[in-house]
């Protein structure tokens, strides 16, 4: 396969067998040229792969285990906000001088499987640690992603280098705590 390069315009680059009279004046890329062009679609394609994963319920699920049951929660922004909210909410509970028993958070999940919902009171202190460890696992893996694994996956100098890469490596993953 063939790549030409516009002279007028370096990053626009065509690949095929066969070009008409418009791609005369066109420049035929190096084999050298090629490599190197292939690499950056390799590169770019697994840092495309590293950001899908980053955002994933692989890299974004965690556990949280108590007498009676096992909740996930989501390390995305919208569920840390929820729970710094809850947080929030009994704290100026507590300097209200509301009675004892609404210092907590009734969390619910339903189960995607069996449709079970389940449901049980977290105490203030609970959630305090539950949302200090989302922030570890996030602070940890946009670390891991942006001073690891970008640097490193830019710094690859072969396509089956790169294609060999993991990045999932050093990821916080499947992460569990047990609260009473």
Not at 92 to 107: A, L
Not at 127 to 154: C, D, E, F
């Amino acid at each position: 396969m063939k790549y030409l390069k516009n002279p007028q315009y370096p990053n626009e680059i065509v690949s095929g067998e066969a070009f008409g009279p418009f791609f005369d004046k066109w420049i035929q890329l190096s084999a050298n040229q090629i490599t190197e062009l292939e690499l950056q679609k390799a590169i770019t394609a697994k840092l495309a792969e590293l950001e899908a994963f980053h955002d994933s319920d692989a890299a974004r699920i965690f556990y949280v285990k108590t007498p009676q049951n096992t909740f996930m929660f989501s390390t995305l922004d919208k569920q840390r906000a929820f729970i710094a909210e809850q947080i929030s909410i009994c704290e100026n509970s507590i300097k209200s001088n509301f009675p004892m028993n609404q210092f907590g958070y009734e969390h619910k999940q339903s189960d995607p499987v069996t449709g079970i919902t389940t449901s049980e009171l977290i105490s203030l202190d609970n959630m305090r640690l539950i949302y200090a460890n989302l922030g570890n696992i996030v602070n940890s893996n946009y670390n891991m992603k942006i001073k690891t694994h970008i640097p490193n996956i830019k710094a690859l100098k072969t396509i089956a280098d790169v294609q060999r890469y993991n990045f999932r490596a050093g990821y916080l993953l499947k992460q569990t705590i047990t609260i009473k």
